[in-house]
């Protein structure tokens, strides 16, 4: 599975919004692979997966609490999160299932039953 | 001297025509990148608001229980500090940028503080620490006789 990155040019960074890339880790399972995406500030109702035509994006934008007072010193970029990721042809789209928990979204992407190892009889 | 986060190399800009006075800020940020001796340090997102009553930090942290947070307060500085323990250790990872294992982080607050007067909570990711400042830190109107 490989990743396309959408990066916006520095210069013309006032026209487009930018995303901040949220880390991310996958790892296989014996039906397919898990996605984990680190999204702190981000609820259910922020959460945006599409599938097309083989590239999966992942968006998150975050809830905004009302904070008091003002910032003596900050880090957060507290801008919304995405990522696209190319998804290997092995992954059957219509079974992708999504939850998030604190702020981290796991994905799970479930191999097609025809990508899976079988065993093949010689007739 | 300006504070650089940690962010993925692929978004980190570096201009390479800038004066070469800040040189020595962009090799100590691209060392930071790498990590010191191949290690990774992880070092959560951290911010502090002030108001007239109330000091709040916030720090990300996304995946965690609030089990595993531990918090401490001294000489006018909080601590904040925790683990996160990888589930299955043996795993076929594809890819991998999350931190596991411990981290900590100890900010100094704007102003004095109760130290019995802490509320924490973990929401959404994000750690919330709110502190009321000590009577003497709070601004008061003089009245002019």
Redesign the interface.
């Known amino acids: 599975?490989s990743?396309t990155?959408t990066?916006t040019n520095?210069t013309t960074a006032a026209a487009h919004l930018e995303y901040v890339?949220p880390?991310?880790?996958?790892?296989?399972t014996p039906d397919g692979?898990t996605l984990?995406a680190?999204?702190?500030?981000?609820?259910k109702e922020g959460v945006e997966i599409t599938y097309d035509d083989g590239k999966l994006t992942l968006t998150g934008h975050r809830?905004h609490p009302v904070?008091?007072?003002?910032?003596?010193?900050?880090?957060?970029?507290g801008q919304a999160y995405r990522r696209v990721f190319d998804l290997d042809l092995s992954v059957d789209a219509g079974k992708i299932k999504a939850t998030i928990?604190?702020?981290?979204l796991t994905v799970c992407l479930p191999k097609a039953e025809s990508s899976k190892p079988r065993k093949i009889e010689v007739g | 001297m300006s504070i650089i986060r940690y962010r993925t190399p692929e978004l980190a800009t570096w201009t390479p025509f800038d004066r070469l006075s800040p040189l020595r800020e962009l090799l100590d940020s691209a060392y930071r990148l790498t990590g010191s001796a191949g290690s990774r340090v992880w070092s959560p997102a951290l911010d502090v608001y002030e108001d007239a009553d109330e000091v709040t930090v916030k720090v990300e942290l996304a995946g965690m229980k609030k089990e595993d947070f531990e918090l401490s307060l001294a000489d006018g500085a909080l601590t904040v500090s925790g683990k996160r323990e990888l589930k299955e250790e043996n795993r076929e990872s594809f890819r991998s940028e999350r931190f596991f294992g411990s981290f900590s982080r100890a900010v100094a607050l704007p102003a004095p503080v109760k130290s019995d007067d802490v509320k924490a909570s973990y929401e959404d990711g994000i750690l919330t620490v709110v502190l009321q400042k000590a009577d003497e830190a709070k601004p008061r109107k003089i009245t002019v006789n």
Request: charged letters at 20%.
């Open positions: 599975m990743q990155e990066t520095r890339v880390a991310v880790d996958i790892h296989h692979f984990e680190e999204m702190p500030g981000v609820r809830a904070q008091a007072g003002t910032a003596v010193y900050a880090e957060s970029v928990d604190q702020g981290l």
